[in-house]
């Protein structure tokens, strides 16, 4: 039985379950599958990046208050964020890396930046 490589489509010899001619249309094969998945992953870490790098410049001294219309006009997306972060008073933190903000009123946030001793604990 004749089999043919997945990537380039030459002709197969060796092993009967081999589905490649050579290491490179393996390679080739297997990032062509994989790119859609990269491409994603790369697409949300910038969004993330971006969006870190303005609550850093906005927030230089540790905590400030800042308006929604300033983070959205820097081009922050409210939609992305690493993780939250509930206080013992029960106020929701949602973070960004090491940077995050509370919602004050629907138009006043809070600022703040994780210290690394919190990441320890």
Known sequence: MERICLDCGHLVKGRSDKKFCNDACRNNHNN???SDDNAVLKKINTILKKNRSILAHFNPVGKVKIS???LAAAGFNFDYHTYTFSS???????F???YGYLILTSEE????KREEDMWLS
């Open 32 to 34: 062509k599958v994989k």
């Open 68 to 70: 929604r219309k300033k």
């Open 88 to 94: 013992q008073n029960g106020s929701a933190y949602t």
């Open 109 to 112: 946030f809070l600022l703040v």
């Open 96 to 98: 960004c890396y090491e």
